[in-house]
């Protein structure tokens, strides 16, 4: 793990219904979906079996596109989403359709996610937030991506507009007329804006380039690095306490202060990985109340995936590559194919824990 320090320990009896309907609902994406084609790899030196998909894959998540390749020259699209108390949780949708979740702290304690969407593009993603100087490097290894955001901090803003300039990615903001975004009176400011990404993508997605990789992920011809770890997820303590929970039937189930974390319509928020990657935080030159992730540089990770976890260190030399994980020999350490959640926990504490000892799993008798 990436140091995981031992703090308290969180108990948490997660009901899981382990039936259909627990995954479905809420689901207003276009047909860019891919498809779930897999085959099997060559044995590795782990003991389980993992499958790898077949056939062109999309970049942000290795699933096979199938007779949808047009996908492969598409744009990503990252969109800044509150995370920031009740009324953000009750505003979000969306998200859960999302190929990529990034998570970083924005201040004190609080997290902000950027979610980012290229194999499915939903009709109603949000709360749509504020763009921060972290946002540009998370940009930068995406291609040319649409980045919708509610606007910035001035000088924030103009180091966007500047990255955005060299061809760096295509802002998408709120300009007050409701069309690129719509503000809905059913929630309140400034959690009440959001975005239909379909719009967004048929609007502006000529001015963007192709998504490319930014994780590397098994295939035929790989294998998993040796050794892994029990890995059944994992809790962070902020100003919230989420943990990340192993449900073979599902995945990794996101908890956030101790009941299963949904959208508005209900759906859970589930990913086939996680990354837990210690990231520096340094305070903003704008306000030094609020901080900036530093993504490039290296320092201690942690990946789990299919209820196994392997520790090593991550690698990012400049803003333009794709993250690299490594475990202390030397091995690769690849993701399975599916959606990612990236987790930037501070290094240096401030205020937050980690934990490896988590959640006891009540399984509904009757699923």
Known sequence: MPRFRRGRTVAIALLIALTAAACGGGDDADETAVAPTTTEAPASSTSTTT????????PLTALPVGDREEVLDQAAIMVKISNN?????????GIEQADVVIEERIEDRATRFAAIFHSRRPTLVGPVRSGRPADIDLMANLGTPLLVFSGA???????????AGDGGAVLVVDDGTGVNLFRDDDYRRP???????AFVFEKFGD???AAVPIFEYLDAESSQAPNPLP?????VEGR???????????GYVRVQDGVEHVTREGVPLVTDNLVVMETVYTPSSYDPRNVDAHTIGSGPVAVMSGGQRWEGTWQRES?????????AEGNAILLTPGRTWLTLVPADSYGFSVSDEIVALVLDPEG
């Open 153 to 163: 901090f001035p000088t924030v803003l103009r180091d966007i507009v500047d990255f």
């Open 85 to 93: 108390d009740r009324a953000s949780l009750d505003a979000l949708v």
């Open 191 to 197: 959690d009440n804006l959001f975005a239909d990404l």
């Open 51 to 58: 499958t790898v998909p077949i056939g062109p894959r999309a």
């Open 319 to 327: 803003p333009s590559d794709p993250y690299s994980f490594i475990d």
């Open 207 to 209: 001015d963007a380039g």
């Open 240 to 250: 919230d306490t989420v943990s990340f929970v192993w449900d073979p039937s599902r």
């Open 231 to 235: 890995g059944d997820g994992f809790t």
